[in-house]
């Protein structure tokens, strides 16, 4: 039995998505097809573009048997993180083949990037000031490897490392991407990668030959870039943040004597980066602070929520029974919720869960 | 040397304040006149309505020679805390005479309320589920005396409570109140209650006649209520909110079987108040958890802020050292300052605090 699982964000789901799926349909022959995705918050520690309910009815009705949200304390955490818990994720709900979209088909090349990706070598440059993916660009640059130091490779080296660390039964596949990398904003097919469609949203333009849907249907949540930092800004100068995740006593001085000259988001992370800090860190770290994640929640993985399932989804899952169809009684879930709340973003809580097509 | 201080929240300061610094100089020669007010944080558990800095200069132009905070975390809480800790501070700072209004002028009945007012007696109704200020009220019911029990008196009897209880070497004076009640609404000798006032303001009525000074030079500050429900129901469900004073475990839980079905300020007063739970002690308890005040805070004074002085104030005032003009240096006053921001209320912090009159 092919248990199929993909990682994604759907961050909105694209064509470049629904070629995966028929990839994957096509190529392994899947009994049941997974999809393990960010909810409303995504990696790069945003909200996620597309309201959960119609991210959900789109992956069901373009071919997935199951919705799983990748915990949001996973979710918006660095490609390490991310892609951990996710391969561990894939493998407790039985997941014995994962497939991934990555710029390099050779997994061949993937696993020699890793060889060559010596934790002492990578230590020699963030010893000097570097950040750790600059760090690795700078190894891998010295054996003439760097240019496949892509977005996407980056997570599949991840997602491969995981499983070797957790030595998991699950049998690794890679889709070569069409459109040649994450942040590309050429289109060709009418597949473009979800950066670009996501600006051509902001600025209100037409991108509806580049989604497999009527994009008029959708519901997206709107910037709340300055709502969020008043309130990280606040919460963080009320004081009692401990523990908090990824923020050591360094970072929480070096934030301290920036935060309160900053007026809003964006004048935050230009007064916040450096060579050493990345703006998606930071970005992290106020969601960390606002959502008070700690050291703990990122490690352990106490219950999984299904956001969605068909008829064959339903069957599947029935067995499992750390999945939860109706979650309304998970207590660490409220935090999550409340935030969308207070942003004033709608969020549905459901019942059930079993969804027609769109 | 006769240093008096006056305890106020001046929320708005109105002709009835001005009667009570004329009689002041009239009766009891002042040599320092010194107001200990609430800053922007008022008893109620609400945002005074007067901007900080009108209201400091309206003070000193007034005939206050010096005017001090009452530190926020104490300026909130119930009349006993509020009373004691600006009874200390008045004591700390040198006062020899304390005058405040009352609705009563003879001392004596009011030291016969509070031999009457019994512990022991008291927890016979509060045990029944009465709170605490109705357990009084019916307690001096039995000797006739309710009629006493209102709602300056109360500060009155908690001003002298704290005198006793510390044993202070500072002479009590009261001068009967005019308007016959706080929450009076009726208008003599243009003197009303600062309720009415506040209400004139709220409703846009004019008010020019109650007050000493021209109204249109004066900022207000609009409500905030539904901003600040808003922060305390995030802060809440966010998780980690210990030790915070007056929240016993039993009342969290009270409140999270409630928070969640509240849409705004008002419909949360409105489901959390109950025989035992006064509307006030709900809003102080919001304050005490945006503001992460514990338990520790309210018992230690450590520090006095002077808000304003006039040259005779800055040379009583430079022997106290524990008396700071310049305080942009004070780590604690960091998050009530942020709240105001977070509110979008304007706060000046002053490098300088000599001021002109108005």
Known sequence: MNVIGVV??????????????????????????????????????????????????????????????IPPQISIQNAEVYCENSV???????????????????????????????????????????????????????????????????????????????????????IKRVASGYNDETISNNISSATNIRNLIKNGKNYENL?????????????????????????????????????????KNYISNRIRKAKNYEE??????????????????????ILNIKDVSVKEIEYIKVLGINKKGAKYIKNLDFCYVNYKHIKEDVKYEEFLNYLKVKKTLRNSIYREDL
């Open 268 to 289: 935050f992370l230009e007064i916040s980066k450096n060579r050493n800090i990345s703006i998606n860190r930071i970005k992290r770290i106020m969601l960390n602070v």
């Open 8 to 69: 994604a964000e759907f961050n909105p789901f694209h064509n470049g998505h629904k070629y995966q799926v028929e990839m994957i349909k096509k190529l392994y022959n899947p009994d049941i097809l997974i999809a393990l995705i960010s909810n409303n918050f995504v990696q790069r520690a945003e909200l996620s573009i597309l309201n959960e309910e119609d991210k959900v009815n789109i992956a069901l009705s373009m071919g997935y048997d199951i919705v799983i949200e």
């Open 211 to 251: 989604v497999p849907y009527k994009s008029s249907k959708l519901t997206y949540i709107l910037e709340k870039e300055d709502m969020i930092f008043d309130l990280f800004k606040y919460i963080f100068l009320r004081g009692d943040i401990d523990s908090i995740y990824d923020l050591s006593d360094e970072l």
């Open 88 to 174: 561990r994720i894939l493998d407790k709900i039985g997941c014995n083949i994962q497939v991934f979209g990555a710029e390099t088909e050779d997994i061949n090349i993937l696993d020699d990037l890793i060889d060559k990706l010596k934790d002492e070598d990578i230590k020699k440059y963030t010893s000097l000031g570097h950040s750790y993916n600059k760090a690795c660009f700078m190894v891998l640059e010295k054996y003439g490897l760097s240019k496949y130091y892509t977005s996407n490779n980056i997570l599949a080296l991840e997602y491969i490392r995981a499983k070797k660390k957790y030595n998991l039964d699950l049998s690794q596949k890679i």
